[in-house]
């Protein structure tokens, strides 16, 4: 098949050719692009394939993954067309990278991170973890998908006191939707807004190595 996304592939520096390595496809924000979300992972490049997917659509001067009526309302059609590519995708890459099928990764800012969980409803066990930070779950996806397991999927998702388009209440009800369905749910609330501050990623990083056995390191 051929890749229905434009996306961008680093590989860590000293990389052993016999060996497959953890992945993490990195979805970005409304009017963002791939290599803005890829410099958020910056401090895992040397553990980490890392692929960066650029959204179908363009917005101002980026792109975005799909359009929204208001917020908390993407646009249906385009959505579940969205996650379903998303899941292809990642199904393509495997094969074509080396990629470890059991260490499989999604990782997302807002926009992103509205992705970021939505993929384990319709993965499950497929993916190891989802790092997910400012976004939301559309109703939708909680009341008409169907809810794949999940209880070998790791989550983290963090939210910011301050964030002027997500209330901190979204970011409470998204830690109690994966409670009692994923393996474990880190929860993490920064003082911020909308954004991802130094703090936030230093706790993802240290999140990230600890998922995978990988001594902490300062960021």
């Known amino acids: 098949m051929n890749s229905p996304f434009y996306y961008e592939i680093r590989y860590p520096e000293n990389m052993d050719p016999n060996k497959n390595y ?20 910056d ?19 980026g792109y975005t993954f799909f359009n929204i009526i208001k917020i908390g309302f993407p646009i249906r059609e385009q959505f579940d067309k969205c996650v379903q590519d998303i899941t292809d995708f990642i199904c393509y890459a495997t094969e074509k ?24 409803t ?35 998702i963090s939210h910011g006191t301050f964030d002027e388009k997500f209330p901190l209440e979204i970011g409470d009800s998204n830690a109690e939707f994966f ?18 501050i130094p703090e936030n990623e230093q706790d993802y990083v240290s999140w990230l190595f600890e998922q995978e056995g990988i001594e902490k390191r300062r960021v």
Do not use: W
């Open 179 to 196: 409670q009692g369905r994923s393996k474990s749910v880190h929860y993490s609330i920064f003082e911020t807004g909308h954004q991802i």
């Open 97 to 120: 990278y080396p990629i470890d099928p059991e260490r499989r990764y999604v990782f997302g800012f807002s926009m992103g991170a509205i992705l970021a969980m939505t993929l384990p």
């Open 22 to 41: 953890p992945v993490i496809f990195a979805l970005h924000g409304i009017g963002s692009h791939e290599r803005n979300i890829l410099g958020m992972l």
């Open 122 to 156: 319709v993965m499950g066990n497929q993916l190891k973890g989802a790092v997910a930070c400012t976004g939301y779950i559309p109703r939708f996806v909680k009341e008409e998908y169907k809810i794949a397991p999940m209880d070998q999927v790791a989550m983290y």
């Open 43 to 61: 401090a895992v490049k040397d553990e980490f394939i890392l692929i960066g997917l650029r959204g179908e659509y363009p917005f101002h001067n």
